[in-house]
């Protein structure tokens, strides 16, 4: 029997971007879109913080089983584990840029604060 030839497949560039971030102190921290190879957007991951770390969730449903409790299913997943791999860090990358970026503006009202409060003295 003749072996099949693999083929590994191109991967597209995944991009993260975050749409808005929510209450520090919550399971959900932001939510995000991803590009997919520039031919596909994702809305609405959520970037959730777990005992394991950050992970992105993808957009699911919710619905009631027979039984009335609540379930859920994605209706964006990946189909590979590098798939899910590279889509999990292209968000929680952009999470963390996202902080980075937030925690810089802070400092520099902060500072500006601090001279218009010693000016004023």
Same mark, same amino acid.
């Given at each position: 029997?003749?072996?099949?030839?693999?083929?590994?497949?191109?991967?597209?560039?995944?991009? &993260? #971007?975050?749409? #808005? /971030?929510?209450?520090?102190?919550?399971?959900?921290?932001? $939510? &995000? *879109?991803?590009?997919?190879?520039?031919?596909?957007?994702?809305?609405?991951? &959520?970037?959730?913080? *777990?005992?394991?770390?950050?992970? @992105? #969730? /993808?957009?699911?449903? *919710?619905?009631?089983? *027979?039984?009335?409790?609540?379930? $859920?299913?994605?209706?964006?997943? @990946?189909?590979?584990?590098? &798939?899910?791999?590279?889509?999990?860090?292209?968000?929680?990358?952009? $999470?963390?840029?996202?902080?980075?970026?937030?925690?810089? @503006?802070?400092?520099?009202? $902060?500072?500006?604060?601090?001279?218009?409060? /010693?000016?004023? /003295?």
């Amino acid at each position: 029997m003749a072996k099949k030839k693999e083929q590994k497949k191109a991967f597209p560039n995944i991009t &993260a #971007r975050i749409d #808005r /971030m929510t209450n520090p102190e919550a399971k959900i921290k932001a $939510y &995000a *879109s991803i590009n997919i190879g520039g031919a596909f957007i994702v809305k609405d991951i &959520a970037v959730m913080d *777990s005992k394991n770390g950050l992970f @992105a #969730r /993808m957009p699911c449903r *919710s619905h009631k089983d *027979s039984k009335g409790e609540t379930q $859920y299913n994605d209706t964006v997943f @990946a189909l590979t584990a590098e &798939a899910r791999t590279a889509l999990n860090n292209a968000v929680v990358s952009a $999470y963390e840029e996202q902080l980075d970026m937030q925690e810089d @503006a802070d400092e520099a009202e $902060y500072a500006d604060e601090s001279e218009d409060f /010693m000016q004023g /003295m």
